[in-house]
Structures are given as C-alpha cells and as structure tokens.
C-alpha cells in the first residue's frame, strides 16, 4: 500500500531535479496546509470558548454555593429565634417569683444562645428613635408625649443575619396626641 504523501514528497523532489525549473511551493501543499492551519485555528477557538465557559461554570457555582450556605444558616437562625423569645420570657418570670437558681441557670443557655447566633452573623434591629418601615412592624399606633412617628415600645424584638432582615421588630409608635374638643391641648 502505498502513502499518498511520501508519493507527493518525491514527486516534488523529481521535478526540484529538472534542469531549468526552479523550485517553488507546490499549489497543492500549499492547498492543504492552509485547510490544516484553518481546521487547527478551528480547533484552537473551540478550546477557548470551552475554557472560558467552564470559567463561568466555576463562578457560578462557587455563588450558588454561597447563596445555599446563607439560606441554611438564615434557616436554622429562623428555627432558633422563638427559643430566644421564650428564654427571655421565663427570665422575666423568674424575676417575679425570685427563683433565683433557675433564673441563673435560664440566664446562661439565654447567653450561650445569643452568643452562638452572633456568631452566626445575628444582630438586634435597633429600635430606638424614628419607626422604619423596613425593620420595623408597627402593631399599635397611640398618642403620647413622644415625637409623632417614634418607637415609643417594642413588643417583640427584630433581627437581622448579615444585611437581611429575618424579623422585623414589632412596636408601638406615638401618633399625635389628641386633642379635647374644647380647645385645651
């Protein structure tokens, strides 16, 4: 069986032996290469845009795993926020009944939890002041001597893991103070 190129070579190399002819490119080798060099730079742009996407792979799924990781530890802070919520109560009820080893002993899993959650990146909506809408639920709205529009009470703490709101802080808020029909203010 004979190899088409190793004919070509040595017909090439017959007529480089012509007297009188002068060597030159072949149109045929000259044919090929050009459609060997277009499928290599084919080839080569293939692998580029192959690397560049499996790139983009990689970023997007290093930010999917970002957002899952958030949404579980914002999960599991959900589930414990209401455990926060009764150590608080039965603190404030020990302090009535004078209990005080079961004050002392409800005070350290209410810190050691509170802890652990900070950690956790939780943090207390701030109430004091101005009502905000975005951290604040307003429940009751009543007249008092405090500026109009102000947190004058919270009935449940907000908070917040990282710079999402889990919670909204639920208040009460000053509305304007109400005037007697007979003039006096």
């Given at each position: 069986?004979?190899?088409?190129?190793r004919e070509q070579l040595d017909q090439s190399e017959q007529r480089d032996q012509i007297p009188g002819h002068v060597p030159?490119?072949?149109p045929e080798v000259e044919e090929r290469l050009a459609l060997a060099e277009a499928k290599a730079q084919e080839h080569l742009d293939d692998l580029k845009r192959l690397a560049a996407e499996f790139e983009n792979y990689k970023k997007r799924t290093a930010r999917e795993q970002a957002?899952?990781?958030t949404r579980a530890t914002e999960h599991l802070v959900k589930e414990l926020l209401p455990i926060v919520d009764d150590l608080e109560r039965a603190l404030e009820a020990a302090e009535e009944h004078e209990e005080v080893k079961l004050e002392e002993g409800v005070r350290?899993?209410?810190?050691?939890?509170?802890s652990a959650l900070e950690r956790e990146g939780l943090a207390e909506i701030e109430t004091e002041g101005k009502f905000d809408p975005h951290v604040h639920e307003a429940l009751l709205s009543q007249p008092s001597g405090a500026e109009e529009g102000s947190v004058i009470e919270v009935l449940q703490k907000g908070y917040r893991l990282g710079d999402r709101v889990l919670r909204p802080?639920?208040?009460?808020?000053?509305?304007?103070k109400e005037t007697n029909g007979d003039g006096d203010s």
């Open positions: 069986m004979a190899d088409p190129a030159g490119p072949d957002s899952l990781s350290l899993v209410h810190r050691q939890l509170a802080a639920r208040v009460v808020v000053a509305a304007a």
